[in-house]
């Protein structure tokens, strides 16, 4: 994780210096007072001179954030059934989730949806706090006779001074899991998964064209990414620590179904929380893919009946998609390893050659040719693992 996170922060503070070199060499074009709709699509077409390559980067910006779209749809679907007293099929609440969200993307457009976009952040943030209180009451609060007798210290202790201590609470074929090799498989799917954590360096330059001072991009990013990798890693440290070897890929359903009363009706509140936010995310991720379906067809700005149907096949095919393999958790390692991995490892480090190549230094330079390779094996070697992850876990037989 920690290389991961510090080669996509590094890759921020290249894009950044990228943009700035548009700026000043065609100041016509990108300035701070000119309107450009696609900074990233720029990037790459200034840098190589090649158009193709522009469309390249655009592609995997729309897959990027169709497939986030549909993350966001199954997790606000798990979130429902978990949340909800009366269980459905989760392939029903895809579909509750997938109506919820189709009004907005009919009536809204990419610049319109910052009121979304500020609804999304605000509540993730709160959400997350939320999260991480609930695993510590989980802890500390009123626990159960099979929950750790300790608390979060004991656990803590424990875990780093006796390796061989069972947990406290789960199965014995649980324990097996820490004797499991690493295969190149599941290499990949947990690599991947962790890229898909980092998604959204394309559109960093879109910021950093809004900004007043766009040379102060780099003090910003790297602040961003500094809270938000500190937060994930305190919260996922600590929800391990609490549900050890029973923890599950949703964390808040550790907390509903072993916590403390208390614990679990927050967690509930934050589950309903999160239901809003990736409604939200999903309607922000999905208006830039059919922004650019309507260019491809050469559709007018006004909102027509032919916007409608191609926003309407867009939400549908995420939503058969979501329906095919409902588990959030086979999807997050499959758009880490093609979109993200080329939007934020292969694509920055290579216009930043090309850019700003002779003002590097030779390590540096060695540096960035290195992202590059590993980028190209991610797309590779991630995006088969998390195919076979798929298709080995029954996912593709799972057509209702």
């Not at 050469?298 to 409608?308: F, K, W």
């Not at 939007?343 to 290195?370: D, I, T």
Request: contains cysteine; neutral net charge; glycine residues 8%.
């Amino acid at each position: 994780m920690a290389t991961i996170a510090g080669t996509i922060s590094y890759m921020s503070v290249a894009l950044g210096r990228c943009w700035i070199i548009l700026q000043e060499r065609w100041p016509e074009k990108y300035g701070p007072n000119q309107l450009v709709r696609r900074p990233y699509p720029a990037i790459a077409f200034e840098a190589t001179g090649k158009k193709a390559v522009s469309y390249v980067a655009e592609i995997a910006i729309d897959i990027t954030n169709f497939g986030v779209g549909v993350v966001d749809l199954l997790i606000s679907a798990q979130s429902l059934d978990i949340l909800m007293p009366h269980k459905l099929n989760v392939r029903v609440w895809v579909l509750i989730c997938a109506g919820a969200t189709l009004p907005l993307v009919w009536l809204g457009a990419p610049m319109e949806s910052w009121l979304v976009g500020w609804a999304g952040g605000i509540g993730c943030i709160l959400a997350s706090v939320l999260l991480l209180i609930s695993i510590i009451m989980a802890g500390t609060l009123d626990v159960p006779a099979d929950f750790h007798p300790d608390g979060i210290a004991s656990a803590v202790v424990s875990s780093l001074t006796n390796t061989t201590t069972p947990p406290a609470w789960g199965t014995l074929s649980a324990a097996s899991d820490l004797t499991s090799v690493v295969d190149f498989q599941t290499f990949w799917v947990g690599a991947s998964t962790l890229i898909f954590a980092f998604a959204g360096l394309s559109i960093f330059p879109t910021f950093q064209h809004d900004m007043k001072e766009p040379r102060k991009w780099p003090r910003a990013a790297l602040s961003a990414y500094a809270i938000i990798i500190t937060f994930g890693a305190v919260t996922a440290v600590v929800g391990y620590q609490v549900f050890k070897l029973t923890t599950t890929d949703d964390i808040l359903e550790n907390v509903k179904c072993h916590g403390p009363h208390s614990a679990a009706l927050l967690a509930r509140v934050t589950s309903a929380i999160f239901v809003i936010v990736y409604l939200c995310n999903g309607v922000v991720a999905f208006l830039p893919v059919t922004a650019d379906l309507e260019e491809v067809f050469s559709l007018p700005r006004a909102t027509g009946i032919r916007h409608i149907i191609i926003r309407t096949l867009t939400v549908a095919l995420a939503t058969f998609l979501a329906a095919v393999v409902p588990k959030f958790d086979s999807y997050l390692p499959l758009v880490g390893s093609t979109g993200i991995s080329l939007n934020n490892f292969c694509f920055p480090a290579y216009f930043h050659l090309k850019l700003n190549g002779h003002n590097l230094s030779l390590g540096e330079r060695v540096l960035n040719w290195e992202i590059v390779v590993f980028g190209i094996i991610a797309v590779f070697a991630g995006t088969y693992s998390s195919v076979m992850g798929i298709v080995n876990a029954g996912g593709a037989s799972s057509l209702c």
